[in-house]
């Protein structure tokens, strides 16, 4: 693994990787080295030699500022040793991808770099309808049914956000996302969100519960590989008792609610949430927590019953 070197005016790099950490977890092989408030370009040089001298290998550091001196200080250095690599033009989309996409050449890097700003407003004023098409007889695909090939069912009151976008399904190798929500399947608004949200590479769906259960039980969608996302886990058990086939499901994000207790950091359920996943539980569901892939995998209910 390359590793990443974030190098920046004050706090920054700071900052920034304390962003891409609540979004990919704990990255050991990217560092940080700041000018500090009251520094110097010597200051900042030491820093950085202490740092690089405890990596060996390929190293890739991102400046915050072209110009700066950071990027200067890093650039005399190393300038002509071709295990570093050099870009200036910090952003938290940069580094993200730069961490997760461990192949990408700083070409490849750059190029995705210049399309991360965007007119959100105009996006999504231009974002079209998300439907399934015009299809209507669902025994076309009867070839496939029984057959979905379902690589991840998660629970993330969020739906589409960082962890699953960026790391889950680029791991997964996921191909459709399905969003099963009626208040998102029934909201423009929302659905557009999502699109926006969503890797451009994947297809999404946003459905209503029932027609979720339809949809797959019918192996609508083939061979794609889906990864499913609930909201709640009062969606997740009215999809088993509509018909849905569930054999274990992730826990990953459920924020604080009045009356809720944290289960994990990332998970606080109130007494009702708690009645619901024992009933998803007496269903034969294997119930798991785990932030992002990288996390060891926790035995929910155990969890929960303590």
């Not at 990443?4 to 700071?14: E, T, Y």
């Not at 060996?56 to 300038?79: F, R």
């Not at 690599?85 to 700083?106: F, K, Y």
């Not at 659905?191 to 979720?212: D, E, F, G």
Request: charged residues 25%; aromatic residues 4%; neutral net charge.
């Amino acid at each position: 693994m390359k590793d990443i070197i974030l190098v920046s005016h004050g706090d920054m790099a700071k900052g920034v990787k304390h962003s891409l950490e609540m979004i990919t977890g704990k990255q050991k092989s990217v560092h940080v080295v700041s000018l500090k408030d009251d520094g110097d370009d010597k200051q900042f040089e030491s820093d950085l030699l202490k740092i690089m001298s405890k990596i060996n290998g390929k190293k890739l550091i991102i400046a915050d500022l072209l110009g700066g001196t950071p990027c200067n200080v890093a650039l005399t250095q190393y300038s002509e040793d071709e295990d570093v690599d050099i870009i200036a033009g910090m952003s938290l989309p940069l580094v993200v991808e730069a961490t997760l996409n461990t192949q990408a050449t700083t070409k490849n890097l750059i190029g995705s770099a210049k399309q991360i700003v965007v007119n959100v407003k105009n996006q999504l004023e231009q974002s079209t309808h998300i439907g399934e098409g015009n299809d209507i007889d669902l025994d076309k695909y009867a070839e496939f049914k029984g057959k979905e090939n379902i690589v991840n069912i998660r629970i993330d009151e969020r739906l589409i956000h960082g962890q699953v976008a960026g790391i889950w399904s680029t791991s997964l190798n996921t191909q459709r996302i399905i969003v099963i929500n009626d208040e998102a399947a029934t909201d423009p608004l929302q659905k557009s969100s999502l699109r926006m949200a969503a890797p451009t590479s994947m297809r999404l769906s946003v459905l209503t519960i029932k027609n979720a259960v339809k949809n797959i039980n019918s192996g609508k969608y083939g061979k794609q590989r889906l990864f499913i996302l609930f909201k709640n886990p009062t969606d997740v058990l009215r999809f088993i008792e509509e018909g849905g086939n569930i054999n274990r499901i992730n826990v990953g994000n459920m924020s604080h609610k009045n009356g809720a207790r944290e289960v994990t950091k990332s998970i606080k359920v109130t007494i009702d949430e708690e009645v619901v996943f024992h009933k998803i539980a007496e269903h034969g569901v294997d119930i798991t927590a785990q932030l992002v892939p990288n996390d060891p995998i926790i035995n929910f209910m155990e969890k929960l019953d303590r």
